[in-house]
Each structure stands twice: as structure tokens, then as C-alpha cells.
């Protein structure tokens, strides 16, 4: 608990406070002005007084770079100055007066930032270093235009950009001035363009000039690994990625559009040129720079196949251009064997540009591959029109045939024997050969349309890739069970679509493979996935067997009934495995289709219903399947609706006794397993099936007959109700007998309400109120007695 002192007390407390905080301030400010007046006797300068808010102002540009701003800008204004003097006033002087003047300014110029940086004013020494530079440009267009005007521009350019680079190199290099970072890149970026301009100068051929672009690229890689200054590097890397870019495109384009051998080993030896630039570049940053060096030796790798590849493209048919090719990108996996002659970075940039090669080798292949897969759907709008000549016209149904499409096989089979026995590293071997086994598979599929054999001959060949397939998916391991058991699955729908042109083969395919299927399924592994297969093509085997036997579809549907009669057997056998569900699924899909196919029949579509209520009722029977005897019983119920209404019965009765009379018992039965069930629960579907339709009709029913019996029947639900205190066969029961009453009654009462005199209806209602008002709170007592009594009642 807190001491609280007197008001009187405190307040002695506060003023003693307050006293030595005044007395402490006083002590702190006498120290402050003795400190002052000791720093104003050293410094000889008065300070000044410190406030809180009193800070020096903060400059907003720091001094270095206010330097460089007027340095540049003073710079930029003395180069115009200096190029309108020589563009405007140069005609006014004599050539003796013109040479004077430039030689005197540029030199000047450039011998200024000697003592500047001297006295360390580097960046003014920068920026008259840069006049001067540019002033040379000047030298450089005047001596042109005074001296040696009738020269050719190009070739003077070449020359001048040729010089410059010299001059400009030579002093950045001086000792004096070697400080200065200006001068050699800008004789770097100088250096980009006189091999090029020479070539344009003496009219060579695209070659000689992409020559010349791929060799300045060398020089500019050369400088960019052998200068140490950063800014040099910089500079001359962006000139070997320009030129190297340019000279790159310029030689592959040239290898494209090759017309004989001379030309196209012309280009090649051009890509050949930038291959070893590249790949020189990357051996040196091997260490230092390792992604680089991989990229460049990737690049070099690929220029290499581009340039071998062109030369032989022109001298073999256009069908194996992509096989060479390829067989080059393969052989660059010799870095492979090269071990420690090769630094790792160049082995695994080359094995990338190999795997590039490869891949778009097979992208060339896949127009080919994506007709032989896809183009047998075809069939589907033509089934059984007539068997095709060969496997090629099955296959390309009514589109047109790829052309040089008979070397596919081939690069599919290269590229997979590649990744089945070529790839180092251990953990990508798995993946590596399950991407061989889909390569094979593919080629495998291809090679009949290639060839053009015979129509039965390519869906033998195909039946025998799938039967490979699953066999492989049963002896592989789980990685490429899974792959091998896809493309045996793919094979056996491709097959299935190929067998659509003739009837007879369409049977015996689909026999084929449903049997095939079903011996699969003997593996474990494979059940679920191939016995709901099996089942699928046994379904379609019998729905083709009766479309052969010009059966009516409606007949049809009790064979497919053979398909969900023989899952609903096999299932149990299946005990618990990943298999039971999926051919349960087959089976009911089965089911689901013969109900369509049926549907056009009434009676039969009733008796296709009940043997599925048969078959989901012996499904029921398993003790994991309990829930599956209310689909049995709906199939039932369904099965009866649908003869009564191809029996044209309209009597609403014998739709709802055939459904509430089993509910009706198996809510009895319900309630004595368990007598604490509810009875709306156990008796209010099948009361509500049995009563609520009649009651619909016994109300625009004009005869007597109807209402009588629901009468009788609603009596007798009540007092069942009453006798065994159960709520909802008395509510049922009692309202249907209210409402049933009432509708006998009604027209008595319309013939009563006619009789009396129009006042009557008022003051009998007006009695009533008052009646009911008087006896208000009795009427309470009765609807709450009511009320107990249905509460206690179950």
C-alpha cells in the first residue's frame, strides 16, 4: 500500500526539490561560460551560444560533386567554343595561321593537367584532359577539310580514328599524366571502328567486314583481360560484346544464306574466328570469373557446331541437316574425356551448348512426333469408314505429311542413347534415362508412318511397343515404372484410335488390349492404374460388339452391364489395396453409361436400373460398403418409377408406396436397434413419401374414393402416434386428416356461408373474437398443454 503524506507535507517536499534543482542549474551554467571563455582564449574566436535548435546548416550538394559539375560543364562550353571556331571562323586564317592555332591550343591543352595534377587537382586535370581530347577530334575534321579534302571520307576516317586511338593511348601511357583515368578508354572506344571503316573503304565483300568486326572484338577481349585499370575493362567489354554481337550475327546469317560449299566455309571459318575469341576469353577467366567463363564457352561450343554444321548443310539432303548438326553438338561431349586438359568451367560450358544443340534438335522433330500422337484422333469423326493403305495415312488421317520428316527416328534415337549412357553426374542418371526410355518410345512410334508400312503391320508394331511398355513398368524401378507405365497407357489409347477405320480390327484391338490390360494387372503395382484400364476397354469392347451386331443401343446397354457385374466381383478380391476404388470408379462409370444408353427404351432402362440396384445391393453386402445399399435402393425405386411410367400409370400412390413402405420398415427397424431415435428421423421420409403426394392430388381430386382412403390411413397414423406417444406419425397423420377434412367440408361450408344473410359471416366472427378473448388464458394453458404433452413424446 502507497504512503500518501498530508497536502502540507508534500508541498515541503516539491519546494525542497525544486531549491537543489536550482542550485545544481546555477553550478552547470557557471561551469559552461568558464569552458566558453577558456575555448575563445585558444581559438581567438567567439563561439557561438548553443542552442537546441541552433545546428549548422546542412549543405545539400557535396563538394566533390559541385567540382565535377562546373568542371564538366566548363569543359562541355570550351568544346563548343573551340568546334563553332572551327566550323565558323577556321576560312578567316591563312593555313600557317590555322596550324599555329590548332597546334598551339591542343597541345596547350593537353599539357595542362601535367602540373594540375601536380598541385593534386585531379579532377580539373580530368576535365582539361577531356578538352583536349576533344579538341584533337577538331584537329582531326579541320586538317580534313583544309588539307586533305578530296580524300575519300571513309578511308580518312578509318585513318583518323586509327590515329586518334594511337595518340590517345600514347598519353594516357606518359608518366605524367598516367593519373588521369580519360584517355584510355576513350582511345579504347576510338580503337572500335577503323578495321570496320577500312573494309567499307575499300569496297570489300560481308565477309572481309565481318571479319574485320570479329577481329576488333579479339583486340577488345584481348585489352579487356590484360589492361588492370577498371574503367579501360569496362569499356573494352562492351566494344567485345558490341562488335563480337554484330560480327556473330553477320557470320551466321552468311552461313544461312550460303549457296555452295565456298560460301559457306567462308562463314564458317568466320564462326569459327569468334568460337576461338570466346573460347580463348573463357579459358583465361576460367578461375576469376567461372559463370562467365562458362557462358563463353557454351557460346563457343555453338558457334562451333554452326560453323561445321554449315559447311556439311551444303553438301547433304535438307532431311539430315538437323542429324549433322546434332552429331556435332554430340561430339562436344568429348570434353567429357578431356579431364584435367580442360579447366571445369570450359568442359561445362561446352557439355551446355551440347545440351542446347540436342534440345533443339528435338524441338525440330516435334511437328512430326505431335502428328503421329494426336493425328489418329481423326478417326473419331470417320469410325469405321475403311481401313487406310498404310500407317502413314492412318496416322495423318487428312493432314499434310511434315516434309523431311525421315530422319525423326534417328535424332530421337541419338538424343536417347545420349542421355542413357552419356550423363556424369550420378544423381541425373536416373531421371536422365527415363527421359531416354520416353525418346524411344516416340521413335518407336514414329517409325511406322515413316516407313509407310501397312495399316495391320503398324498397329501390330504398336501393340507390341505397349506390351514393351508394361513389361518394362513391371521390371523397372519406381522412377521409371511410372513413366513406362504413361507411355504404355498412351500407346494403347493411340492404338485404340488407329483401330477406328474397320470394324473387325477395332474388336480384336480392343480384345487385345483388354485382355493385355487384365494380365498387367496380376502385378501389384500396376493394378490400379491398369485393371481400371482393362475395365475401361472391356467397356468399350462390348459397346462395339453390339454397335457390330446392329443391336439398338437400349440392347446394347445390358452387355455393358457385363463390365460393372464383373468390378463389382473382382473388388472384394482386391482386399484393401490402392486397386479397389478406381475399378469400383470404372464399374460405376460403366454402369452410368449403359443408363444412358438405355435411356431411350423405358422398360428397358428400368430393367438396366434394377440390375444395377442388384449389383450395388450384392456391393452392400461387404461391411466396408454399407452406405452403398441406399444407391442399391434408389436404383430400385428409380427402376419402378420408370415401368410404372413406361406402364403409363398415373396414380400417384403406386409411385410412393413402393419407396415408403421400405422406408417405413427400415425406420421400425431403425427404432428398435435404437429406441432413443428420433421418430422424425426414423418415420418422417417415408410418412412424408407416402402422405404428402396423395394429399396433393386428393385435393383436385373430384371423387370421393381418394380422400376416404387418405382419410382412413391419416386416422390410423394418428392414433399409431398417439398409442406409441411418437411426434411424427401424430403430426403427420393429424394434419393430413385436418386438411383432408377440410377439403369434404368445404363445400358444405361455401353452401352454408351462400344461405346466410350477408351480416351473418361479420357477427359470427365478431362472437368468436369475443369468445376467444374471454377464454384467453384457458387457451394458453391448452396450447402449452399441448405443447408438454408433444415435448414428452419421442
Not at 221 to 246: H, Q
Not at 292 to 319: E, I
Not at 403 to 409: C, E, N
Request: charged content about 10%; glycine content about 8%; aromatic content about 4%.
Amino acid at each position: 500500500m502507497t504512503h500518501q503524506p498530508p497536502p502540507a507535507e508534500e508541498l515541503r517536499l516539491l519546494d525542497a526539490e525544486l531549491s537543489r534543482l536550482d542550485a545544481r542549474r546555477a553550478q552547470l551554467l557557471t561551469r559552461r561560460a568558464w569552458l566558453v571563455a577558456a575555448l575563445q582564449q585558444m581559438q581567438g574566436s567567439p563561439l557561438p551560444a548553443a542552442h537546441p535548435s541552433a545546428a549548422p546548416p546542412r549543405p545539400e550538394t557535396a563538394a566533390p560533386s559541385v567540382q565535377n559539375v562546373l568542371l564538366v560543364l566548363g569543359g562541355v562550353l570550351l568544346t563548343l567554343a573551340a568546334a563553332v571556331f572551327t566550323l565558323v571562323s577556321w576560312g578567316e586564317m591563312g593555313i600557317t595561321g590555322r596550324a599555329l592555332v590548332l597546334g598551339a591550343v591542343t597541345l596547350a591543352t593537353l599539357l595542362a593537367p601535367v602540373p594540375l595534377l601536380k598541385r593534386g587537382l585531379r579532377s580539373t586535370a580530368e576535365a582539361v584532359a577531356g578538352l583536349g581530347l576533344a579538341l584533337t577530334v577538331l584537329d582531326a575534321y579541320a586538317l580534313h577539310e583544309a588539307a586533305l579534302g578530296g580524300t575519300d571520307g571513309t578511308l580518312y576516317a578509318a585513318a583518323a580514328s586509327a590515329a586518334l586511338a594511337l595518340v590517345w593511348a600514347a598519353y594516357g601511357l606518359l608518366p605524367a599524366v598516367g593519373a588521369l583515368r580519360l584517355p584510355l578508354p576513350c582511345a579504347v572506344a576510338a580503337a572500335q571502328s577503323p578495321l570496320t571503316l577500312w573494309a567499307l573503304a575499300a569496297d570489300a565483300g560481308p565477309h572481309t567486314v565481318t571479319a574485320a568486326l570479329l577481329v576488333t572484338a579479339g583486340l577488345d577481349a584481348l585489352v579487356a583481360l590484360r589492361m588492370p585499370a577498371v574503367a579501360v575493362r569496362i569499356c573494352a567489354l562492351v566494344g567485345a560484346y558490341g562488335t563480337g554481337g554484330f560480327g556473330v550475327s553477320a557470320a551466321g546469317w552468311l552461313s544461312l544464306t550460303a549457296g555452295g560449299p565456298v560460301a559457306a566455309a567462308r562463314a564458317g571459318a568466320l564462326l569459327v574466328l569468334a568460337a576461338a575469341i570466346a573460347l580463348g576469353a573463357a579459358w583465361r577467366l576460367a578461375g576469376p570469373a567461372r559463370r562467365h567463363a562458362l557462358g563463353l564457352a557454351a557460346l563457343s561450343g555453338l558457334l562451333t557446331v554452326g560453323a561445321l554444321g554449315g559447311v556439311a548443310r551444303t553438301g547433304v539432303p535438307a532431311a539430315w541437316t538437323v542429324p549433322v548438326h546434332l552429331a556435332l553438338g554430340i561430339a562436344l561431349l568429348a570434353a567429357l574425356r578431356a579431364g584435367r586438359l580442360l579447366p571445369d568451367a570450359i568442359r561445362h560450358g561446352l557439355l551446355w551448348a551440347s545440351a542446347a544443340v540436342q534440345g533443339l534438335a528435338l524441338l525440330s522433330v516435334l511437328p512430326v512426333a505431335a502428328l503421329v500422337v494426336l493425328g489418329p484422333a481423326g478417326w473419331l469423326g470417320r469410325i469405321w469408314s475403311g481401313a487406310p493403305s498404310d500407317a502413314r495415312a492412318a496416322v495423318a488421317v487428312d493432314a499434310p505429311w511434315p516434309p523431311d520428316a525421315v530422319t525423326a527416328p534417328l535424332v530421337l534415337l541419338a538424343v536417347a542413347a545420349v542421355l542413357g549412357w552419356a550423363v556424369p553426374a550420378e544423381q541425373w542418371r536416373p531421371r536422365a534415362r527415363t527421359g531416354a526410355l520416353g525418346l524411344v518410345w516416340a521413335a518407336a512410334l514414329l517409325l511406322p508412318a515413316i516407313v509407310s508400312i501397312p495399316y495391320l503391320a503398324g498397329l501390330a508394331v504398336l501393340a507390341v511397343v505397349a506390351a514393351a511398355a508394361l513389361y518394362l513398368a513391371r521390371t523397372t524401378l519406381a522412377g521409371a515404372r511410372i513413366t513406362a507405365l504413361v507411355l504404355a497407357l498412351l500407346t494403347t489409347a493411340d492404338l485404340t484410335l488407329l483401330s477406328l477405320a474397320s470394324r473387325s480390327v477395332t474388336l480384336v484391338v480392343l480384345a487385345l488390349l483388354t485382355a493385355l490390360l487384365a494380365a498387367a494387372s496380376w502385378h501389384a503395382p500396376l493394378t490400379p492404374f491398369t485393371a481400371p484400364a482393362a475395365l475401361v476397354y472391356g467397356t468399350a469392347l462390348v459397346s462395339a460388339a453390339g454397335a457390330a451386331a446392329d443391336w439398338p443401343p437400349a440392347r446394347t446397354a445390358l452387355l455393358v452391364l457385363l463390365v460393372p457385374a464383373v468390378a463389382a466381383v473382382l473388388a472384394p478380391r482386391l482386399g484393401g489395396s490402392r486397386a479397389t476404388v478406381p475399378v469400383e470408379a470404372a464399374g460405376a462409370a460403366a454402369a452410368l453409361l449403359a443408363a444412358g444408353l438405355a435411356v431411350t427404351d423405358p422398360p428397358l432402362l428400368a430393367l438396366v436400373l434394377a440390375l444395377c440396384g442388384v449389383i450395388a445391393a450384392g456391393t452392400a453386402l461387404r461391411p466396408d460398403r454399407r452406405p452403398v445399399g441406399y444407391a442399391a435402393t434408389a436404383l430400385f425405386v428409380l427402376a419402378a418409377w420408370v415401368r410404372l411410367a413406361a406402364w403409363q400409370v398415373g396414380t400417384p400412390e403406386a409411385y410412393t408406396l413402393p419407396v415408403s413402405v421400405p422406408a417405413l420398415l427400415i425406420g421400425m427397424l431403425h427404432r428398435r436397434r435404437d429406441p432413443r431415435a428420433s421418430s422424425w428421423g426414423a418415420y418422417g421420409p417415408g410418412l412424408a413419401a407416402t402422405l404428402l403426394p396423395s394429399l396433393a392430388v386428393a385435393w383436385s381430386d373430384p371423387h370421393w374414393t381418394r380422400p376416404l382412403l387418405l382419410g382412413a390411413a391419416a386416422l390410423a397414423v394418428t392414433l399409431l402416434g398417439a398409442r406409441h406417444r411418437l411426434q411424427a406419425p401424430l403430426v403427420f397423420g393429424g394434419t393430413v386428416l385436418a386438411l383432408v377434412t377440410l377439403h369434404e367440408l368445404a363445400p358444405y361450408v361455401v353452401q352454408v356461408t351462400g344461405a346466410l344473410p350477408r351480416w351473418a359471416p361479420p357477427a359470427l366472427a365478431g362472437l368468436l373474437l369475443l369468445a376467444l378473448g374471454a377464454t384467453y388464458e384457458q387457451r394458453l394453458r391448452d396450447v402449452r398443454r399441448v405443447r408438454d404433452v408433444l415435448g414428452r413424446m419421442n
